[in-house]
């Protein structure tokens, strides 16, 4: 049996979904795939069904009723994944900006380091994204060294979704207890794993822009994420913080 699965969440990536898929299952290590799909108006998941028929001991498919955000989707993902008995479950976008070459570096990470967590990370040893403008690169780097400050964490991309987690980081995590949908979604699992005293660590990858189909950030997403790790670290502080 195959021991690591890759949850993809997918809202309108009819350009992309048959590619990424193809790409992972033809990788050297063995990896089932999770597509999560959010009833993309696109036949994104009419797609994966289609190739369902092709792969079908290593593609699976969770369809729901509409766009209820990453966060939601992935946890979602994390609870099939537990019912299905892997060790080693991983986050990735489905618009080739996580490269699938690099989920064999991160298992490699889990299984022949010592690590819990391993982080695709763009930020460990410097700055490696292609594609994004500089305001975009600013952002995102800023928000990293905020949320660091503001949690204490030892990671250079606390941001980061392209992650693998070994399976007793989600059992010890209560998944219900998660409060963020958007990106904070990624801060607040790895604040929680960092909480538990799971030994995290960054693997440097580089992060390219989609160039097919639309980016799914918002104002909105970024908003969460400021205000929402100063409220996660004040309940850490008075134990009033649900792990």
Known sequence: MVDSLVIIPTYNEIENVERIIKNVLALQRDF????????SPDGTAAKVKELQEIYQENLFLVEREGKLGL??????????????????IFEMDADFSHNPNDLI?????????SSDVAIGSRYVTGVNVVNWPMSRVLLSWGASRYVRLITGMNIHDT????????????????LDKIKFVGYAFQIEMKFKAHLLKFKIKEVPVIFTDRTRGNSKMSKGIISEAVFGVLAMKLKSLFNSYDI
């Open 32 to 39: 089932d795939i999770l597509i999560v799909d959010d009833n």
């Open 71 to 88: 966060g939601t989707a992935y946890i979602t993902g994390f609870k099939w994944a537990l019912e299905n008995s892997y060790e080693y």
């Open 105 to 113: 570096r991160l298992y490699n990470a889990c299984t022949k380091g």
């Open 159 to 174: 941001t980061a979704g392209f992650v693998c987690y070994k399976r007793e980081v989600l059992e010890k995590i209560n």
